[in-house]
T-cell receptor
Framework: KQEVTQIPAALSVPEGENLVLNCSFT??????LQWFRQDPGKGLTSLLL?????REQTSGRLNASLDKSSGRSTLYIAASQPGDSATYLC??????????FGSGTKLNVKP | DADVTQTPRNRITKTGKRIMLECSQT?????MYWYRQDPGLGLQLIYY???????NKGEISDGYSVSRQAQAKFSLSLESAIPNQTALYFC?????????????FGPGTRLTVL
């Protein structure tokens, strides 16, 4: 079974800091990797999707990278803001029909 | 307007009751999914459907059933609810074509089984 791990489980940073969230996966035969944001009691909002043939994707202050050989993806958030406080989940897609989710990193950006 | 909607948003029920959670989407996607999320854990796939005639079990399908009434509607049923089915339930859709099967989620249904 594919496993997706996110470390740390929680992270607290001061406003303005650049930060990196980590996602590890055990099976390198990944089709794509998707990063989500989840606010308390809410659904998941898709942030970025990286195809297996790509190495990174960028959207505004967010940059996600994918390294299949090492089984790692990172989500870089530049100049963090209190509004970035949320839980960030990564999900690896395999066989074009199965998604495996990490348990998330809960981010708190302090004003 | 939300592209993926779920009803109800919150439900409290008793052990042994039959419960149906509904999901509708206006994205025109063929693929739909049901997940559950437990505190501190990742999402686990319950069932998925690639079109109206296609239903597939996910990792944790025991105790659940689904119905794909139309391209836009996918319902999840708990035939006889039990307390360990207390969780947050999410519906999602995807399109394997232009969007590389990117998943889009509904707002979730918080289910409590007493």
């Amino acid at each position: 079974k594919q496993e997706v791990t996110q470390i740390p489980a929680a992270l607290s940073v001061p406003e303005g800091e650049n930060l990196v969230l980590n996602c590890s996966f055990t099976d390198s035969a990944i089709y794509n990797l998707q990063w989500f944001r989840q606010d308390p009691g809410k659904g998941l909002t898709s942030l970025l999707l990286i195809q297996s043939s790509q190495r990174e994707q960028t959207s505004g202050r967010l940059n996600a990278s994918l390294d299949k050989s090492s089984g790692r993806s990172t989500l870089y958030i530049a100049a963090s803001q209190p509004g970035d406080s949320a839980t960030y989940l990564c999900a690896g897609q395999y066989n074009f029909n199965k998604f495996y989710f990490g348990s998330g990193t809960k981010l708190n950006v302090k004003p | 307007d939300a592209d993926v909607t779920q009803t109800p948003r919150n439900r409290i029920t008793k052990t042994g009751k039959r419960i149906m959670l509904e999901c509708s989407q206006t994205k025109g996607h063929d693929r739909m999914y049901w997940y559950r999320q437990d505190p501190g854990l990742g999402l686990q796939l319950i069932y998925y459907s690639f079109d109206v005639k296609d239903i597939n079990k996910g990792e944790i399908s025991d105790g659940y059933s689904v119905s794909r009434q139309a391209q836009a509607k996918f319902s999840l049923s708990l035939e006889s609810a039990i307390p360990n089915q207390t969780a947050l339930y999410f519906c999602a859709t995807s399109d394997p074509g232009l969007l590389n099967n990117e998943q889009f989620f509904g707002p979730g249904t918080r289910l409590t089984v007493l």
